[in-house]
Nanobody, 122 residues
Framework: EVQLVESGGGLVQAGGSLRLSCEAS????????IGWFRQAPGKEREGVSC????????YYADSVKGRFTISRDNAKHTVYLQMNSLKPEDTAVYYC???????????????WGQGTQVIVSS
């Protein structure tokens, strides 16, 4: 069974920072690209960032480039999303994703975490 457990969401003022964590079960972490998607109220779920298990290559949505950084700790089976210079438009539920064929299209994702809420106040 695939297990993805997110943590680290919360309320922060614009310009602030948060770090999200996604702990994945071992086989999923070792063999898959792990990604972060987000869904704001009334909007479709969109890809934010992902990191490959094979070579560590990364993807970032244009809206977060230069502000967000994805990384992975192989010993802890955990992927992190460091979010800096947060904006009100970053407010959303953030989901960890695995077994994905696309870092941008949520329809190509087979496994999801439960989500963690991020609220950025202006």
């Amino acid at each position: 069974e695939v297990q993805l457990v997110e943590s680290g969401g919360g309320l922060v003022q614009a310009g602030g920072s948060l770090r999200l964590s996604c702990e994945a079960s071992g086989s999923i972490f070792n063999d898959n690209t792990i990604g972060w998607f987000r869904q704001a109220p009334g909007k479709e779920r969109e890809g934010v960032s992902c990191i490959s298990s094979s070579d560590g290559s990364t993807y970032y949505a244009d809206s977060v480039k230069g502000r967000f950084t994805i990384s992975r700790d192989n010993a802890k089976h955990t992927v992190y999303l460091q979010m800096n210079s947060l904006k009100p438009e970053d407010t959303a539920v953030y989901y960890c994703a695995a077994e994905l064929l696309s870092c941008a299209d949520s329809s190509y994702v087979d496994s999801w975490g439960q989500g963690t809420q991020v609220i950025v106040s202006s």
